[in-house]
């Protein structure tokens, strides 16, 4: 029942409670904010749940947040004797109500790796030790924990990846978010969030199928915003159009230099936590979009920067725009390839698997390309409420949340001219700033 050391804003309070059950649970309070980390009723039940939900067979397994240990000692039942669950704790107060009342009996299996630290560094280099292919758990009563110091760890977690240019990505995604607030740029959510009701919008994606889509793309000038990720810069040259913006949310310095030497007019728009250095590198104008860190947040994205897809069509979502059309979004590899621009084909391993396209044939894809489709799925069960999105990439993988149509019953739908809509967009400028 500790505070940790911090803003007053950052503090959270824990309180031991008894349940029905005879087990211990903890309340976390948090800037007047309470919640249960653990089942009210039965602990031991809910931690189950977890495990038989988000268990699987992965050799190293990776989750924030120790609590009472329950979701723990339930992911530790389930796994082989040569699996390995690493857990990192940054909360030395939750820690003191573990070794008080939780299951300390977890602490004698030696599949378990278990780090306590308060300290960002020492917690980054913790992370920099996880092998590569780790597959990460996500519990959300304990990521709701985190400390201001450790905000952009939220996002790291929901990337759903450990590439490791990842050891020190939540660190590197913090320092970006302080430089880049302070640059003075507008707040796109603030300048126009629920602004376009009903106004057709494709987001430009850059699966393998892109090149086939560049004449449509064309056509839909004019007729549907066009938002595009950053990686797409080259195709767009060579198409001789621009998007209605370009949007970018990864942290790495790849990002900054796709501009270095390309003359681009239309807007970027960029994760707060987005390459410090993009603000250098692209000339043309500029907005940021800010992820939630607390619950009063207002005209900010939900889901932390999962994927830049997720987070152009939860963009799109809080805009208004609708229908919402998916382009090159293939989550496949279409002759080998993984993105349109590769030169070098994929190497199919034992571990990818075949799934089902919108054309009705078996692709490979692989655990990354599943679980940005999921994140795609996520968004539409926070966000919309009807079937405005569509998917409009034939050779694509099948999205349970969004239904596939054909690219010319989507130009149907996009009749009148957004062309007024558009040019409000790009003249950021003159919209106001933050």
């Known amino acids: 029942m500790g505070k940790l050391n911090g803003s007053l804003e950052s503090r959270v309070c824990y309180t031991i409670k008894d349940t029905p059950s005879g087990e211990k649970t903890v309340i976390a309070v948090k800037n007047n904010y309470s919640w249960y980390i653990h089942s009210s009723i039965t602990p031991t039940i809910q931690g189950r749940r977890f495990a038989e939900f988000n268990y699987n067979a992965a050799d190293n397994i ?19 004797e040569n699996q390995h669950l690493y857990v990192l704790e940054t909360d030395q107060d939750l820690y003191a109500c573990f070794l008080k009342h939780g299951t300390k009996e977890i602490l004698d ?23 590569p292919d780790t597959e990460i758990l996500y519990y959300e009563p304990l990521i709701k924990t985190l400390t201001e110091k450790f905000e952009y760890m939220k996002t790291w977690f929901n990337n759903y990846r450990l590439d490791m240019n990842a050891s020190h990505s939540f660190k590197e995604m913090q320092e970006n978010h302080m430089i880049n607030r302070n640059l003075g ?15 057709p919008c494709v987001i ?24 595009s990720v950053g990686r797409n810069v080259s195709f767009f040259e060579a198409l001789g159009m621009e998007p209605t ?18 003359n681009v007019n239309c807007p970027l728009v960029f994760l707060s936590s987005a390459n410090k250095n993009i603000n250098n590198t692209f000339a043309g104008p500029k907005a940021i979009v800010y992820v939630r860190q607390k619950a009063t947040d207002i005209n900010v994205l939900e889901g932390g920067g999962s994927t830049v897809a997720a987070s152009a069509l939860e963009l799109a979502l809080k805009l208004g725009f609708g229908p919402i059309g998916l382009i090159g979004q293939d989550l496949v590899f279409d002759d080998e390839k ?3 621009d590769n030169d070098i084909k994929t190497i199919i391993t034992p571990s990818m698997s075949r799934v089902l396209c919108n054309d009705g044939v078996l692709r490979y894809t692989n655990k ?9 799925n996520n968004v539409i069960r926070l966000l919309s409420g009807d079937n405005k999105v569509f998917n409009l990439t034939y050779k ?3 999205i349970e949340s969004i239904p596939y149509l054909y690219q010319e019953e989507f130009w149907k739908r996009c009749s009148s001219s957004v062309l007024k809509i558009e040019n409000e967009i790009q003249n950021l400028h003159n919209s106001g700033r933050v």
């Open 204 to 227: 430009v994606s850059s699966g393998p199928t892109l090149l086939e889509a560049g004449e449509y793309i064309k056509r839909l000038k004019g007729k549907a915003i066009i938002i």
């Open 62 to 80: 990776l989750i924030y947040g120790l609590g009472l240990g329950y979701h723990i000692k339930e992911i530790l039942g389930r796994m082989k």
């Open 396 to 398: 694509g993988i099948q």
């Open 185 to 199: 740029l507008p707040n796109f959510l603030e300048l126009f969030e629920e602004k376009y009701q009903g106004v």
């Open 338 to 340: 993984s993105h349109f």
């Open 109 to 131: 299996d030696s599949r378990l790796t278990l780090k306590i630290t308060d300290k960002l560094e020492e917690a980054s280099l913790y992370l920099g030790t996880i092998p």
């Open 245 to 262: 913006f370009y949007l970018e949310i990864d942290h790495q310095e790849l990002v900054a230099k796709r501009y270095e030497k390309v």
């Open 368 to 376: 990354g390309f599943l679980r940005h489709k999921e994140s795609l």
